[in-house]
């Protein structure tokens, strides 16, 4: 009997469930905010909720890198949006396409609006601040996303 208890609390030691170095993993860059207010004031945009538009499901974050990029996140219309902000030039949309990046095929092309199998995205600039809109609507006829990209700038 007390063979196999030996036995048993090696196993246990060996698997680590006794203890053991803690894990190192990578911090999140996400940092959950309260209010656009609190994304404004923190890296110097100006966002605001959508003008005659009801909105639910709202998340505010602000992904600290380099520059910081603000991050709102809410539902419209049956229709799910994010908008960023962040004072560069650099691609802030978190849109990776096959052939690029939104920021390289929106310069190549000429074009600020991209229509792709996970939606849509558009972008803009105000002053030093740029802002990227992504729609979740992935039907290239619908004029929503820039409805809601007038109502937000």
């Known amino acids: 009997m007390s063979r196999i208890l030996v036995v048993l609390l ?8 006794g203890g053991g170095e803690p894990s190192v993993g990578l911090a999140n860059p996400m940092e959950q905010m309260e209010t656009l207010e609190a994304i404004n004031a ?8 959508p003008e005659g538009f009801s909105t639910e499901n709202e998340s505010f974050y602000v ?19 994010t908008l960023r ?6 691609d802030i949309s978190g849109i990776y396409l096959t ?20 939606g849509q995205c558009t972008r803009w600039f105000v002053g030093g ?3 990227t809109l992504h729609s979740s609507c992935t039907d290239p006829n619908t004029d929503a996303l820039l409805k809601m990209r007038e109502a937000l700038q």
């Open 129 to 131: 601040m740029q802002y």
């Open 99 to 118: 052939d690029g990046t939104f920021g390289q095929v929106a310069d190549q092309t000429g074009s600020d609006t991209l229509t792709f199998a996970e």
């Open 42 to 49: 923190k890296i110097g945009c100006a966002m605001h909720p």
């Open 10 to 17: 090696a196993l246990l030691c060996l698997c680590g469930c």
């Open 85 to 90: 902000a962040a004072a560069t030039k650099e």
């Open 63 to 81: 992904i600290n890198t380099r520059p910081n990029v603000g991050q709102y996140r809410f539902d419209a219309d049956g229709i799910t949006y």
